[in-house]
């Protein structure tokens, strides 16, 4: 027997599920009443004369030829123009160095810089001045030997032939003698020498980068004492592409090299900049870059009138003013689409027109074909670009017309 239990629970179930669904057809009426009362509570929209146009509205600029002389913007290193390693001509002990010879200090030309002990130099120049002065005494006793021969000689008044006539006036040791007093002379000479050269000088206006003596250390001739660089001038050498090389206007004759602005962002202040010139043309590629390679020199590095100071082997910005370019167009980077091409208007139309450029800075393209005087080049941005796309120019008052018509908006009511 089936228990009464579970045939009670059966019958329930049918009434449970009426009202479930009762229940969801409830909500689902509410609902679209809902969104009927929603749709109903709106405002009204209704157009408002609009016209409405298939051709896009674009801007445009137009273009005319000229002679502009751009910029050719490259990356350069700054390298010392003099770069020496001082050492000293004689050996011995430094006695004197003076307060300059620091790394960073500045050295005019043909300051001291050190003093090597100067005694034992004294002491051969001393030398060398007695043996001058044993040569001339011997010298001025042979010449008044060779002037008693002589009036022996016009008393005799004999002809003996010219060479033996050169024996009897001692003229052999007189010569003998003169040569040794010019070899005394020059050791004397030589002796002072080096005792000048116990005082090392800088050979140029310089800075010091590095020392590597102190005051009490031995030296020996050739030994490096520093390292110096010339602050007359620093080069920069720039970097660049091979094809624009032909652009840079090199020194010839009294004519200078292309003027060329230098700019360190990271170390300068905004706005700070150097002045240089192209000095000439490294014959050889750079064996990373395979660029060409341009010594540009800039005068007076460390900025001694309140300009900014160039750092040795920092990497700067180079601004090269290029040679003029005659009759082209300077049309800005941004306009020139892709593969060397420029959207012109042209009769409501768009033309796609291949240009020619000759050259490119950072901020313009020079095309020297492709473009004449008073076309109109599209400087929109298009989704949809081909030939002959329907276009109007903005510039044109029926467009200006067109365009307040097409921002008539659809009004609430």
């Given at each position: 027997m089936i228990p009464e239990e579970s045939v009670s629970n059966r019958s329930g179930r049918p009434g449970k599920t009426m009202v479930t669904a009762a229940t969801v057809l409830f909500l689902l009426a509410g609902a679209g009443l809902t969104s009927y009362w929603i749709k109903q509570s709106e405002p009204t929209a209704e157009r408002q004369a609009a016209t409405r146009r298939s051709a896009a509205l674009v801007e445009t600029l137009a273009?005319?030829?000229?002679?502009?002389?751009?910029?050719?913007?490259?990356?350069?290193t700054v390298q010392p123009a003099r770069d020496?390693?001082?050492s000293p001509r004689v050996g011995g002990q430094i006695v004197a160095v003076e307060p300059s010879f620091v790394p960073g200090g500045r050295v005019a030309a043909g300051q001291p810089l050190l003093r090597i002990e100067p005694a034992d130099f004294e002491h051969i120049l001393v030398a060398r001045q007695s043996d001058v002065r044993q040569v001339q005494a011997e010298l001025a006793i042979e010449e008044g030997r060779q002037h008693s021969a002589r009036r022996e000689f016009q008393l005799l008044g004999e002809e003996i032939g010219e060479a033996n006539e050169a024996l009897v006036l001692r003229e052999p040791q007189i010569e003998s003698l003169r040569a040794r007093l010019r070899a005394a002379e020059a050791s004397v000479e030589q002796a002072q020498l080096d005792l000048d050269r116990t005082v090392v000088r800088a050979p140029f206006a310089a800075q010091i980068l590095d020392r590597?003596?102190?005051l009490g250390s031995e030296v020996a001739a050739g030994d490096a004492l520093a390292r110096l660089v010339g602050i007359d001038a620093y080069w920069v050498f720039a970097t660049v592409p091979l094809d624009k090389i032909r652009w840079v206007e090199l020194p010839s004759g009294d004519r200078p090299g292309a003027r060329a602005t230098i700019l360190h962002r990271t170390a300068w202040r905004p706005g700070d900049q150097r002045q240089g010139r192209v000095e000439r043309l490294i014959g050889e590629v750079d064996?990373?870059?395979r660029l060409a390679r341009l010594i540009v020199t800039v005068p007076q590095p460390l900025g001694d009138d309140g300009e900014p100071a160039l750092v040795l082997g920092s990497i700067v910005q180079v601004a090269i003013e290029a040679r003029p370019i005659d009759d082209v167009v300077r049309l800005p980077r941004a306009y020139l689409r892709q593969d060397d091409t420029v959207w012109l208007i042209e009769d409501g139309t768009l033309r796609i027109q291949t240009v020619e450029v000759l050259f490119s800075d950072a901020g313009h393209a020079y095309i020297g074909k492709g473009l004449q005087t008073g076309d109109r080049v599209v400087v929109t941005n298009l989704?949809?670009?081909a030939d002959g796309l329907a276009v109007r120019d903005m510039a044109d008052p029926v467009a200006e017309t067109a365009l307040d018509s097409t921002q008539a908006?659809?009004?609430?009511?």
């Open positions: 273009v005319e030829p000229g002679t502009y002389r751009p910029t050719l913007n490259v990356l350069g020496i390693v001082l590597s003596v102190e064996q990373e870059t989704a949809t670009v908006q659809e009004a609430p009511q």
